[in-house]
Structure formats: structure tokens, C-alpha cells
């Protein structure tokens, strides 16, 4: 098999999310991706309100972005609680990798804020860097170590259920909008 | 069998809604699964899944003490235990300690396995499910009637009654929206419980993780919302590495709902801290109750191989009719019956066995590559064992292995049976083949059996090669024409038919009750009858006794330990070949000539069950027909069972019947006046179904349809 480049990976990847009713876009700069959201944000109509607002958990984009900004943005909170998440519309957070084959998001979450706000809210967006999105979960393997995350996810498209009679329904106990955001020029945190 | 439990096969077969509702899914199911598959080596994939689940089932021990060593290094208390009354204890000791009031579950079939609801209510604490299918079947007092989808069998009205009543109000019965009242119902239980009970998909030995799969998402809140996490897992979930992860993960979710994955994955190793940064309070029970004791049993070890995806159910034909219900009250289907045999006991999978009528379906798709049927097998030989055999078939299986007796009987059943036939057909059978002409009619005894049509038969002087026919009692004695048609063909591609005399049943009905010592006195007599031919080749144009020549006689020494026996049921086995495939490769070897350029017309094709999943043929007859000067015009499922599956369709009628409808609704759909098969098994089963219908459809074996055409 010869190995796909970033192209090929990103085209499969968004099919195949695209596939299970995830929406995906994709940006060459961290800013731009920032003003996508932010503007999704908008039209969204976010609010201060319970049920209206967003909330973002930690991680290296957020934490780059200037504060001072993000907390003139009506309805964005950048401080997580479990309180504040059940209450939350958007739930806005960092994964690591993506998934070209299954259309996935895998995220260490070992920091509940990280699955709160992937799981409380109706809508989900998430960020990941262009260039993480492995081809399966064969090559996840060699990237992910469990004795140093204590709880891995993976997110495959938005909640669903069939349980009753078959029909297919999006959003049950999780996110019933996945958003996912492909950062292709996304800085290098360390990892 | 139990009146109870036949009443129970009733009333689900006459249950609209539940037949509706799994033979709809059953059907879209079986596309859906080719297509998440699209593109993998599905028998790579398995191969790999077996392989590190075999290797897991016989390192149990080694593996549970390295989990437990694992988990407890990263923080998490591993309990291990065989006995269920101790994990019910276990977990409401945890509960008590910490003053759980609520609990919220995740789906989970080791807690259903130890009743474990009923327990912890008892004791005063409030148990919600929140995989939305649990959580009704929860509300209606009911059990899962599926492993993957427990509600299956319900309506959609059903359930807004349901929740009405949950929530006080009169809603409708459109599905999104009951949805929503499901998840705001829930979200306030998930938030306020103090414990939250998973199961566990996967328990990886090397890092101490579990693997938890959801769609909806409800497993991921039941492990992070409340302070304390318990996971319930049978051990057989263990493996060995992380990476065994994959294939399990890559093959589960494909082979359960057809879905490249599930939305969520959650991979669990150690406790991880609160919202309120406490540490997780994170609990791990292996769960024995006789696994380890099935890990040391030669024959149900592959059972352990089991990933619980439930596809077994999905393509099985008769859980289809009757639904999960009647097979218990915790695991369904075909592995649910052994299952049962197991972590309940023997006893109670005395009806529910044989609710299989050994089509062989589930065992093409089991990501496991757990012979299912093999299985079953097994569990009525020591049934039998057990408890013996009920008198009448004692009586019948007497005159079974008693070849002159049997052949005796049948002869004057020709001669009784007589007066009562019409057009080919009678109203009742002696022996066992009494009493069941429910939406078919049985063919009568012939006037002359082959055995004695065969001695009138001139075959042509001098041929080169030579081959035993092995006929099987339906051609022998209802058949006769097969036989003859048989001899016609491999006559005119310079092979000398002989009929060893001393043949006598190939003990396929003995075998299927669990009647193995039987069987193995058919399978002697009729090793000693062929082998004592001199010839190249041993055919048969029936697929059941094929298989038995070739693969049962073998399995069945094997099972009683009569070793001894093996070499001689292995030289029969390796010249026996049925008719189809021999008959294609005299054609194709330019021995046989079928006529040229005719125009025959529209045919259909039903595959017989052994014939298409244990022999492996499907393409011969299909070639050989079309060959022939005849249109294939392929039916809807065309190799599901017809229903007859030997003494199943006299046992279990009200299921037989249903599957032969199906069978003869997709035969007719094809328009086509003719429908070819190469099994007189099914030839009885569907002519006479056909004959009851009044449809205008011929039902003919293959060998006579070719023998019409051959040069
Ligand atoms: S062999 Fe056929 S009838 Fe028996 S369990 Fe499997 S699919 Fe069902
Ligand atoms: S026996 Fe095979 S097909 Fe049935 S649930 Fe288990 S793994 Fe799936």
C-alpha cells in the first residue's frame, strides 16, 4: 500500500466524518479557525443564558488566544465546570488526532473538563491539526500510550441511537451537532 | 418439549410487530454489514480476533492476575470472582460504604447475567438504565429480547405510552421526539447519581485498561459524572496487549449495527480526577461464574472468542421469527443458547437448543469464528448424555440402526401409504415422519425404491472409472429418479455407477437429536458397505449425507473418542464428492457434453444449507444449469434456509412453516417456472409447499434438470 500524504488523509477523513453527519471545516491558520468559531458563535445567537453560551476547555489553542478578547465575546467562557456544563449550548474543545479511515477524533481526556464539554453540551466543536490525522487506528497506536492517559476518547461523528424501531436518530445523551474544525497550520505544542 | 416454552415459540411467531420489526432489520442488516466491511479482508480480521481471544481463553489466570496488577498500580480496586452472589455483595458493600443513593447504568449483559438490578433495588437504591433501549425495556418491566438492540420488539407507540407515563404528559409517538424526552428524563439522573455501573467491551491485561463502546454517549457521562465508576466484566473480555485492541474495535461495531465505528470510544486505565478534583473512586470486578471452567473444555473454549456483537442473531432465521424472549431472559440467539447451557445451566437450554436448525449462517459472519452450530451440537450429545433419549426416538433410532428393519419399514410404508396417495403426495407418513403436513404435503413412499431400480438399470459395458452411489433414504425411498438421473449422467461421462446394498442411513437425524452413539453405528455400517468397493469416487445428490461421508462420520468418532475409527472415516471422506461438483468438472474436463444452443427458459436457484456453508458449493449447479440452456434469475436470499432442516420442521412446525412461506414468497417472486436445487431434503420441504400453495412452480434436483439435457 503506498502511503497517503496530508491531502489524502484530510479528503478520507472529512468523507468519512461527513459520512456519520459530522460537519467539518478546514483553515490554514490558527486565527482563522479561531474567527470561524467565533462567528459560528455568533450566528448561533450565544448568550450569557443557561443553555445559550459556549464553553471551552484548556489546551494549547485556547490557551494562545488573547484572553482579553475571548472574554468580550458574548456567550464564550473559558472557565469549566461541571455546573457550568450541563448548563453550556456549544461545548468547544482541542483533540490530538484524527482518524482518516473512521472519520474519528481521538483525545487524551484524562481532564474531566475535556469530556464535559465534549459529551454535556448540544453541539460540540472541536479543533485538530490538519497534519494529525493518521491514517486508522493501527497507526494511532504507536501515539497514544494508556500508562500516561488515563481516559482516551474517540468521537465518531455526533450521539446517535436506533433503539427504537431502527430509526436512526442524532443526539441523545451526547452532542446532536459534531463540529469539527481542521487547523492545517496549527502550532506545535510539545507533543 | 415444554408446553410453556412452545407456547412462548407461538406466541412471538404470531407477534406482528416483532416479526415485522427483525425481519426488516434482518434483511437491511445483512447489506449494511457487506458494506462496513467493504474493502477489509473479513477473514484476516477474524482469523486475528480468534487467534488473540484463544490465546486469552487459555491464559485466563495469567491474564486476570496482570490486569488486576496493572489496574491497581494506575489506583483502580480490582475484585475477581467466580461467584455472581459475591459481585452483587461486592458492589452494594461499595455502594453502602459511601451512601450511594442513585446509580446510573450503562448496557451492560454481565449485570443482566447476575440479575443484578432486582438486587440493588431490593436494597433501597435507585438503578437507572441510560442506554435508551435498556431504559425501556427497564420501564416496561421487561428483558432484552436483544443483545445489541433490547428493544427491538417494541413500537414506537409502545414506547410513548411509556413515557407518558414517566413524564406525566401525553406525547406523540414521533421518534426524535421522544428522543428528546429520553435525554432530558436522563440528564437529570446522570448529574445527580452518586455511582455509575459500566460493563466493559475489552479489558486490556498489559495496561490494566478497559474498553467501553457507546453510541449514544451515555457511557462516557455514566464513567465521568458520579464519583465512583464500577465496571462489571466477565473475564472472557480480557486480552492480551493493547494492540489486540484493534482488530476487536475495527470488527465490533461493523458486525453489530454496521457501523465503521461506534460514536464513542472510551479507553479507561486507572481513575482520573473529578470535576470537583477528587480522584475517581474506580472499582473493577472480574466476573468468573464458570468461564474459567469453559476455558478447559476442548469443545466451548471457542466460545469464549465471543466479542458480543450479536450478528449471529442478526442472520439467524429462526431468531428472526421468534424474536430474543423466548430464548431467556439474559443472552438470545444461537451463542445465547450456549451461553445459557453455561452461566446458567445445561438444563435450562434443554428447549431453546433446538430452536436451531443447524442452517450454518451464523457461523459465516462470527467475527469470533465460534462454530455456533458445532456448539449446539455439542450441548444436545450431552444433553442426551445426561439425560437420555425420549423413548420414541429410542424406538425410532432402534430401527434406524437396524438396516433391515428400517429398510423393511419403509418398504411397507410404500405399500400402506398407498391408497392414501394423490399426484405424488400423501396426507401421512408412518415412522417418523408422521403427523406434519402443515402447509406441505409430504411425498409418498416410492412404488420401488432405488435399490431395487438400480438392478434394472443396463449401464453400457466396459467403462473406464467407477463410483460408488451413496443414495441417502429420501432418494432411496422417495426419490428414486434422482437416482436413476444420477446414473444416466455419469454413465455418459464413461463412469460405472455400483450401489454398495449394505448403505443404509447416514445417521444425520440421530446426529441432530444428540444421538451420537447412533450415528456412529450408521457411520460404521456404511464405512464397511462403500469401502469395500473398489471405486474412484463416492458421490451423493444429497448435501446432508455428503456432509456426513465427509465431515460427520469423522467428528463423530472424534466426539466419542473412537479414535480407532478415524483412518477408515477419513478414506472414505477423501473420495466422497457431491454430484454438482463432480458432474462440472466432468464437464468442464470435456467427459460430459450437455446438449447446445437450447433455450430452457427462466430458473431460480436455492441454495441448501450444508451444501452452500459446509461444502462450499454454490457456483457449480449455477454454471451447470446455466449451461444447460436455462436464464438464472437470482431470489431474494437465496441461500437461506427452506425450513426443513431435517426432523426440525416435525418438531418445531410453527417456525418451519413461517421460513418455508418466505422461501416460496421469494421463489414466486422471481417469475420463474422453475426453481432448481441439490438437496431432496428441500426438494420435499418446498414442492410440498409449493403443492399446498397451488403456485405453478416446478421444484426439481439439479441432476435431473442436467440429465434431461446431457448429450
Ligand atoms: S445455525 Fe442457523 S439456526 Fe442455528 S443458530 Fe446459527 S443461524 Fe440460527
Ligand atoms: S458468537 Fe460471534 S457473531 Fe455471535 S455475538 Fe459472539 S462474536 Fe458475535
Known amino acids: ?191 | 418439549m415444554e408446553h410453556e416454552f412452545r407456547q412462548s415459540v407461538r406466541r412471538a411467531v404470531n407477534n406482528a410487530n416483532l416479526t415485522g420489526a427483525l425481519g426488516k432489520f434482518s434483511e437491511a442488516y445483512r447489506v449494511n454489514r457487506l458494506k462496513a466491511y467493504e474493502g477489509l479482508d473479513f477473514e484476516a480480521l477474524r482469523s486475528r480476533i480468534a487467534e488473540l481471544k484463544s490465546y486469552a481463553a487459555s491464559h485466563l489466570d495469567l491474564l486476570a492476575e496482570l490486569f488486576k496488577q496493572n489496574a491497581e498500580a494506575k489506583g483502580a480496586t480490582v475484585f475477581r470472582t467466580n461467584d455472581p452472589a459475591k459481585v452483587r455483595e461486592y458492589i452494594l458493600q461499595v455502594a453502602r460504604d459511601n451512601g450511594v443513593k442513585t446509580v446510573v447504568k450503562s448496557k451492560s449483559m454481565a449485570t443482566e447475567e447476575i440479575h443484578l438490578n432486582p438486587y440493588l433495588e431490593e436494597a433501597g437504591i435507585e438503578v437507572g438504565e441510560t442506554d435508551l433501549g435498556e431504559w425501556i425495556i427497564q420501564l416496561a418491566g421487561q428483558t432484552p429480547s436483544h443483545m445489541v438492540m433490547p428493544a427491538i420488539h417494541m413500537t414506537k407507540e409502545e414506547v410513548s405510552d411509556l413515557f407518558s407515563k414517566e413524564v406525566d404528559e401525553r406525547l406523540s409517538s414521533d421518534i426524535p421526539q421522544l428522543v428528546k424526552v429520553a435525554r432530558g428524563q436522563l440528564r437529570g439522573k446522570f448529574l445527580a447519581a452518586d455511582m455509575g455501573i459500566s460493563g466493559g467491551n475489552i479489558a486490556v491485561a498489559e495496561t490494566g485498561s478497559i474498553v467501553l463502546m457507546t453510541n449514544e454517549g451515555n457511557a462516557r457521562l455514566v464513567t465521568s459524572l458520579p464519583k465512583i465508576h464500577i465496571a462489571l466484566v466477565g473475564i472472557e473480555k480480557l486480552v492480551a496487549n493493547f494492540a489486540d485492541i484493534v482488530p476487536i474495535l475495527t470488527a465490533l461495531p461493523k458486525s453489530a449495527t454496521a457501523q465503521l465505528l461506534t460514536s464513542y470510544v472510551s479507553i479507561i486505565t486507572g481513575p482520573t480526577p473529578n470535576s470537583d478534583g477528587s480522584l475517581k473512586d474506580m472499582h473493577i470486578i472480574l466476573m468468573d461464574n464458570r468461564r474459567s471452567e469453559m476455558a478447559s473444555d476442548p469443545k466451548f473454549r471457542q466460545a469464549l472468542q465471543c466479542i458480543r456483537c450479536a450478528s449471529c442473531l442478526n442472520v439467524c432465521p429462526i431468531f428472526r421469527l421468534v424474536g430474543g424472549h423466548v430464548f431467556g431472559k439474559v443472552y438470545t440467539g444461537g451463542i445465547g443458547t450456549i451461553l445459557t447451557a453455561w452461566f446458567d445451566e445445561l438444563k435450562k437450554s434443554e428447549d431453546i437448543q433446538g430452536l436451531c436448525i443447524q442452517c450454518g449462517n451464523c457461523k459465516e459472519v462470527c467475527p469470533g469464528k465460534i462454530d455456533i452450530p458445532e456448539l449446539i451440537m455439542e450441548i444436545r450429545r450431552r444433553l442426551v448424555q445426561e439425560q437420555g433419549l425420549p423413548l420414541l426416538q429410542k424406538t425410532i433410532y432402534s430401527v434406524v440402526n437396524n438396516r433391515r428393519l428400517f429398510h423393511g419399514m419403509l418398504r411397507a410404508a410404500s405399500i400402506a401409504g398407498k391408497p392414501m396417495a394423490s399426484g405424488g403426495f400423501i396426507r401421512h407418513l408412518p415412522l417418523f415422519l408422521a403427523d406434519l403436513t402443515d402447509g406441505r404435503s409430504l411425498p409418498a413412499i416410492a412404488a420401488e425404491p432405488f435399490r431395487d431400480r438400480f438392478r434394472k438399470i443396463k449401464q453400457p459395458a466396459g467403462l473406464p472409472e467407477k463410483a460408488a452411489f451413496y443414495a441417502g433414504c429420501l432418494i432411496d425411498f422417495a426419490y428414486p429418479e434422482m437416482g436413476v438421473a444420477l446414473v444416466k449422467l455419469l454413465n455418459r461421462a464413461g463412469i460405472e455407477v455400483v450401489f454398495p446394498d449394505a448403505q443404509t442411513c447416514c445417521g444425520a437425524p440421530a446426529r441432530y437429536n444428540g444421538a451420537y452413539e447412533v450415528a456412529a453405528q450408521n457411520a460404521v455400517d456404511n464405512i464397511e458397505a462403500i469401502l469395500g468397493e473398489e471405486v474412484k469416487y463416492v458421490v451423493s445428490a444429497c448435501p446432508t449425507c455428503t456432509v456426513a461421508l465427509q465431515h460427520e462420520f469423522i467428528n463423530t468418532f472424534e466426539s466419542l473418542g473412537q479414535t480407532d475409527r478415524l483412518p477408515r472415516a477419513r478414506a472414505l471422506a477423501e473420495k466422497t464428492v457431491d454430484f454438482s461438483t463432480l458432474v462440472k468438472r466432468l464437464v468442464d474436463e470435456g467427459r460430459l457434453t450437455l446438449k447446445e444452443g437450447q433455450k430452457l427458459g427462466a430458473i431460480t436457484y436455492h441454495d441448501s444449507c450444508h451444501l452452500k456453508r459446509t461444502l462450499r458449493v454454490s457456483e457449480q449447479p449455477r454454471e451447470l444449469l446455466q449451461k444447460a440452456g436455462y436464464t438464472l434469475t437470482e431470489m431474494f436470499e437465496c441461500d437461506n434456509c427452506c425450513g426443513m432442516g431435517g426432523s426440525y420442521s416435525l418438531k418445531l412446525p410453527e417456525i418451519s412453516a413461517p421460513i418455508l412461506q418466505r422461501k416460496l414468497k421469494h421463489i414466486k417472486e422471481t417469475g420463474a417456472p422453475t426453481v432448481a436445487m441439490d438437496c431432496p431434503g428441500c426438494v420435499m420441504q418446498i414442492r410440498g409447499g409449493m403443492d399446498q400453495d397451488g403456485a405453478k412452480v416446478e421444484v426439481r434436483h439439479t441432476v435431473e434438470l442436467l440429465a434431461e439435457q446431457v448429450k
Open chain 1, 1 to 191: 500500500m503506498t502511503t497517503m500524504g496530508t491531502e489524502q488523509l484530510f479528503e478520507q477523513f472529512k468523507a468519512r466524518a461527513e459520512g456519520v453527519s459530522a460537519e467539518v471545516h478546514r483553515y490554514a491558520s490558527e486565527s482563522e479557525a479561531v474567527a470561524f468559531v467565533l462567528r459560528f458563535l455568533q450566528d448561533e445567537g450565544a448568550a450569557d443564558a443557561p443553555q445559550g453560551y459556549a464553553l471551552w476547555a484548556g489546551g494549547p489553542l485556547r490557551d494562545r488566544i488573547d484572553h482579553d478578547v475571548a472574554s468580550t465575546v458574548a456567550g464564550l467562557k473559558l472557565a469549566v465546570s461541571r455546573e457550568l456544563a450541563a448548563d453550556a449550548r456549544v461545548g468547544i474543545s482541542q483533540v490530538e488526532w484524527g482518524l482518516a479511515n473512521t472519520g474519528t477524533l481521538v483525545q487524551d481526556s484524562t481532564a474531566v473538563d475535556q469530556r464535559l464539554v465534549s459529551s454535556l453540551p448540544a453541539i460540540h466543536i472541536a479543533f485538530v491539526p490538519t497534519d494529525s490525522i493518521l491514517p486508522d487506528m493501527g497507526a494511532l497506536l504507536t501515539k497514544v500510550d494508556p500508562q500516561k492517559m488515563g481516559y482516551i476518547t474517540m468521537i465518531t461523528g455526533p450521539s446517535r441511537t436506533a433503539d427504537i424501531e431502527r430509526v436512526l436518530t442524532i443526539g441523545v445523551h451526547g452532542p446532536e451537532r459534531l463540529v469539527i474544525v481542521c487547523v492545517d497550520d496549527m502550532e506545535p505544542d510539545g507533543r
